[in-house]
């Protein structure tokens, strides 16, 4: 077992909990060891699993590739992986009152406009297992795709959303759910929302490299960690029930900056190895960072040079019929199909 002793220290010692976003087995055991209370899959995760862990599913692709095709061999793929995580959770998630323990799987990124096919895939992935959490894209569609899972007490977990309005347009859907699952007699489902932060600043990233502009890394990394704290205090300021969760860290800092805050933080194994060699060379802060101010001039400087970050940090910036058509939620959704259900499809 790799010690993480940051990452320990922050889950026995603030509200902070964390997740595993990686669907090998090693690593998520390893993550559970050091205190991870669930664990994220995406399509290239579960491609990863499939392909890597081969003694393990190879006799179960091989059958699932002989009887099905298309979507359906995806989910059937998923059906194999998903409870097979979801087992090593199960006890964490009883023992919580099924608070934690979940496992998360996506929907086809494809359809990400397509409110019946993510509904009835949805509902699919919701079978699995009973502490599953499906990851619905956050776009038009997703939105009200989200409402009607949780009014069917079906656990859900928002993904590409790449801005405040996103967020919070997930979290008042998630409420009219949950009041509808309360008038159907209905338990109450949990939801994590996921705010990808990385992928809102390799966008803005490629942007930078697209336009030559001058902007550091640093100023990226620090606007993108300011967006979710923005998040953060308006979530409790309304107060949202969902949780929301940071995502696709980018460099340890962005992880100790928001210890303490009331998250279910989702992080890549590569991640998790930055952070022990941060806090073994002193650069991490064993305390609560979530109302610490950051870097407002590197903010600014963000500000002022991209217009589309001005949308994904204001929160007003951008309505419902603009998710689907903001580059950062168009990107991210082509790299899982690309990168995830296109393989999975083919292998």
Known sequence: MSENTYLKWMAENTDTQWCNDSALRHDYINAKENGAVGCTTNPPLSF?????????????????????SGSEKVLEYFRVLVPDIA???????????????????????????DERAMFEMGKTISAFCENVMVKIPGTKAGVT??????????????????????????????????????K????????????????????????????????STQD????????????YQIFKKEGYAQVIMPAAFRCARQVSE??????????????????????KNGELRREKRIDAGVDEDAVDRVLEAFPEFRKAYETDGMGIDEFDSFGGVIMTLDAFDKTGWQKLLAL
């Not at 069917?152 to 409420?175: D, F, K, W």
Request: hydrophobic share 40%; aromatic share 6%; with cysteine.
């Open 220 to 231: 990226l990394e620090t606007a993108v960690l300011a967006a979710v704290k923005k998040t």
């Open 145 to 182: 795709v989200i409402e009607e899972l949780t009014a069917l007490g079906i656990n859900t977990t928002p993904t590409v959303c790449l801005s405040v309005s996103q967020l919070v347009a997930m979290a008042r859907a998630y409420e009219r759910g949950c009041g509808r699952a309360k």
């Open 48 to 68: 990863e699993a499939l392909t890597t862990e081969t003694e393990r599913y190879k006799a179960h692709v091989e059958e699932i590739r002989s009887r099905f």
């Open 87 to 113: 087992k090593e959770f199960l006890p964490l998630y009883e023992s919580s009152g099924r608070k934690t323990g979940f496992v998360r799987s996506q929907v086809e990124p494809g359809r990400a406009a």
């Open 258 to 279: 928001l210890s303490g805050g009331v998250f279910e933080m989702t992080i890549h194994p590569k991640i998790q190895d930055m952070v022990i060699q941060a806090d």
């Open 184 to 215: 159907a007699g209905l338990p109450v489902p949990a939801s994590t929302a996921a705010f990808v932060m990385g992928r809102l600043q390799d966008y803005l990233a490629a942007l930078n490299t697209d336009r030559d502009n001058p902007v």
